[in-house]
């Protein structure tokens, strides 16, 4: 389903950047990165907003240069799901980097919505070992840290 044309479209935007597609900006950022303080949806693409772009454009592996273009504004609006969702269930352990780990992060997030969130960067580092493992106790099934058929069955129901 092609995306809904909200009026306000995709410019280029970069620090000194003003207006509605700032706030959409802000607001896509706020739900790409629910890991850290929430932007201020202000409209005003300052030195907070320009650090979050920057943030986001290093976890989904994008150029990191601050400004929001055709790329950035791509994975934002639906690029970076699509990658996850092409990265299928690979078997995961500490270690493991990407599309998939980002999938993981995010499903955990939305499963175990009691504990810290995660930060969806792609890197299944400790944190995302604990929290696997904390999924896994809680659904009684092998408590290993890895994500294989299993764990991945519980998370995708």
Known sequence: MPPVDDGIGTPTLSRGSQGAAVKKLQQLLNAHVPDVQALAVDGDFGS??????????????????????????????GGELAQEGAAGTPTLSN??????VRKLQRLLNAHVPDLQPLAVDGVFGPVTEKHVRR???????????IVGPQTWGALTL
């Open 48 to 77: 907070v907003t320009d650090a979050r772009v920057r943030v986001y454009q290093r976890r989904v592996e994008i150029e990191v240069d601050g400004i929001v273009g055709p790329q950035t504004w791509g994975m934002l609006t």
């Open 135 to 145: 999924f896994q106790t809680r659904l009684a099934i092998a408590v290993d840290g």
């Open 95 to 100: 270690g493991a980097h990407g599309p998939a």
